[in-house]
Structure formats: C-alpha cells, structure tokens
C-alpha cells in the first residue's frame, strides 16, 4: 500500500519582512554586471530594496546591480529573489529617509491596470 504523499508548496517558512514596502510605479534603469543598462519599472519600494519588472537579461546572484530609481541614482544593490517575472533587489546602502519619502510620493499610483474581458452583449 502506498503511502500518502504531502506536496511541498514552498521551500522556506512564512516569514515577515524586515520592513513595509511601499506601492510605487517608478521609471527606472538597470545595469546587471557589465551588460548594458535597461528600462525597468520600480515597484514596492523600502529603504532596503525593492521590486523590479522589465530586466530582460539573465541575472545571477553573484552579479552586481547599479539601479537608478527615476532620477535617484546609481544604487549598488544585488538580486534577493526572482518570481513570476519579477526580482527582488536589496540594496547595498539603505536609501535615507528623505530620498525614500520623495520616492514614494512621486508617483503612489501604479501604472499596470488588470485586463478585464469585456461582456458579451
């Protein structure tokens, strides 16, 4: 008889944050190691790092990153996480208060809006 089998869902434990992030849709820039600089979006932003779409090339964790955060840059930081199309990027130096409050109130709303489909009439 075969024993039951439990599905491992994740690979670390539920845990918290070392801070809140906060929403923000900014235009940013990135340079992964040597390769050239890209258009990134720059999402859920702390002073420790942040949430990044967009970076096409493949990045490794041993890869430095320069970020610009809109006009706020260049930040050393290097890759935490990848997910679904997003990497999370912790920052070498946290970002001062005043430059992470400016960040913040510069755009607060999201520029990505869901697809709807639209009703059959």
């Known amino acids: 008889m075969a024993g039951s089998k439990h599905v491992r869902l994740s690979n670390r434990p539920n845990r918290e944050r070392a801070e809140d992030r906060t929403a ?19 999402m859920d932003l702390a002073a420790q790092g942040c949430r990044v779409l967009g970076l096409s090339v493949g990045v490794t ?19 935490k996480w990848v997910k679904r199309g997003s990497l999370g990027v912790e920052f070498g130096t946290p970002l001062d208060l005043d ?22 009439e």
């Open 24 to 42: 923000v849709s900014i235009s940013g820039r990135c340079r992964a190691g040597d390769r050239d600089i890209q258009e990134v979006l720059v």
């Open 61 to 79: 964790k041993s890869d430095p990153l320069e970020l610009w955060l809109g006009e706020v840059g260049p930040v050393a930081a290097r890759l």
């Open 99 to 120: 430059v992470l409050e400016r960040l913040a109130a510069a755009d607060p709303q999201p520029n990505v809006l869901p697809m709807r489909r639209s009703k059959a």
